[in-house]
């Protein structure tokens, strides 16, 4: 794995935010690097500084100082259309609230992406937006609107709408952090799928079991990388779910169970 391409390298990275008198440094130092094909969990408490990597990471927004290269680019000192340019072309971005339109359909959400591209995608772009949906699974319900569809297939959407434009990366700010846990597994299955197609994704989590999906996990403290260690016992969403026991049905059988008869018995 080791001669995979580096698509994200930041030295130095810092973050100061200036609100009136207060100064708060939300990253400090950042030295990171993601390799291609990787599938990283990034963990640390409120405020750590978490959801400001990826608005970098991810072109929305541009450190106080130091370097980011994505894909061997640097990426730091561009302007606002030019990262919108490499964030169009690169960077699929999924977040907690899904962020859908309302009474719009699955096909239309997905399809908007390639409608503000710049590069002349627009043509077959509601074949593309199609295949992006049967790819998260959800080619039986292109005709829905947001109120329409569970929680897990609002994210499916939304993730979906992040692939339509093939990035080659997927940045995704505590995707399950609205859903429960058998739903978060399952949007974890797409993305472990994904991951295996060779998109490299990042996602933010707070929750311990959720992050050992990924192959790396990353903690941040106070604005620094304080841990970075791969998973040794990768979890696999696929099979979990196959294994997956409703632990509310689990306690409601169980009350109804019968008391069991013991064999044998007097003779
Ligand atoms: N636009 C901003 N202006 C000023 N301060 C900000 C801004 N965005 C974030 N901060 C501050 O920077 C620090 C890091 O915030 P960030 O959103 O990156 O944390 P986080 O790790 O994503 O937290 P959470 O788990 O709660 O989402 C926090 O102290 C926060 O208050
Ligand atoms: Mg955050």
């Known amino acids: 794995m080791n001669d995979a391409a580096t698509v994200i390298r930041t030295r130095g990275l810092t973050k100061t935010y200036v609100t009136g008198a207060a100064e708060v440094r939300a990253l400090r130092d950042v030295d990171f690097d993601v390799r291609q094909g990787e599938m990283v969990s990034i963990m640390g408490a409120s405020g750590s500084g978490k959801s400001t990597l990826m608005n970098i990471l991810g072109c929305l927004d541009r450190p106080t100082s130091g370097t980011y290269e994505l894909d061997g680019i640097r990426v730091d000192g561009m302007d606002r259309n030019a990262r919108a340019d490499i964030r169009n072309q690169r960077i699929g971005f999924v977040f907690q609230g899904f962020n859908l339109l309302p009474r719009t359909s699955a096909l239309e959400q997905v399809e908007l992406p390639l409608l503000y591209d710049r590069t002349g995608r627009q043509e077959n772009s509601r074949d593309m937006a199609a295949r992006a949906l049967e790819r998260v ?115 409601a059988a169980s009350a109804f169970a019968p008391i069991p008869v013991s064999e044998g018995g007097a003779a």
Not at 152 to 181: F, H, K, M, S, Y
Not at 199 to 221: C, D, G, P, Q, S
Request: aromatic share 4%.
């Open 137 to 251: 699974g959800l080619g039986d319900r292109m005709d829905h609107e947001p109120s329409e569809l569970s929680g897990g297939q609002q994210q499916r959407v939304a993730l979906a709408r992040a692939l339509v434009t093939e990035p080659a990366i997927v940045l995704a700010d505590e995707p399950t952090g609205n859903l429960d846990t058998r739903t978060s597994i399952e949007v974890l299955a797409v993305f472990q799928e994904l991951n295996a197609q060779g998109i490299t994704i990042l996602v933010i989590t707070h929750e311990h079991e959720i992050a050992r999906y990924a192959k790396r996990i990353v903690r941040f403290r106070d604005g620094r990388l304080m841990q970075d260690e791969p998973v040794l016992d990768r979890r696999d969403a696929v099979h979990d779910l196959a294994e997956w026991h409703d632990p509310d049905e689990d306690e």
